[in-house]
């Protein structure tokens, strides 16, 4: 098993920039896919961005392509997103999620992640 701890949300003011890590312990951090998902009050979990085992693959959602940047420091354990340019429309809780590797990275739907984190919140004021 593996758990997650996520960090690095806040409220920032729209253009602003943020980076949230993904912190993991347990088993062997690269055997797992690693995804970031938002959940906005009233909406469901969406898929933001997801990073295979050896951080050779990146896929995101269209809202933040160009935008949003997915890497990963297996040395230390962590996942990160970059958010740059971010809009109002990005407030949500934000979660990262584990998969193991075997499973493919374009499966983007909450069910297809074993492992949760607990959510970091991120406000952008217009």
């Known amino acids: 098993q593996v758990q997650l701890v996520e960090s690095g949300g806040g409220l920032v003011q729209a ?3 943020l980076r ?3 912190a993991a312990s347990g088993r062997t951090f690269s055997s797992y896919a690693v995804g970031w998902f ?3 009050p ?3 979990r969406e898929f933001v961005s997801a990073i295979n085992w050896s951080g ?3 896929y995101y959602a269209d809202s933040v392509k160009g935008r949003f940047t997915i890497s990963r ?3 230390k ?3 990160y997103v970059q958010m740059n ?3 109002p429309e990005d407030t949500a809780v934000y979660y990262c999620a584990a998969k193991d590797y075997t499973r493919t990275i374009y499966d983007s739907t909450p069910a297809s992640y074993h492992y949760w984190g607990q959510g970091t919140q991120v406000t952008v004021s217009s």
């Open 56 to 58: 050779g693959i990146t």
């Open 15 to 17: 253009g602003d920039s």
């Open 85 to 87: 340019s971010l809009k």
């Open 77 to 79: 354990n962590t996942v």
């Open 73 to 75: 420091d297996d040395a």
């Open 42 to 44: 009233g909406k469901e």
């Open 38 to 40: 938002r959940q906005a």
């Open 20 to 22: 949230l890590s993904c």
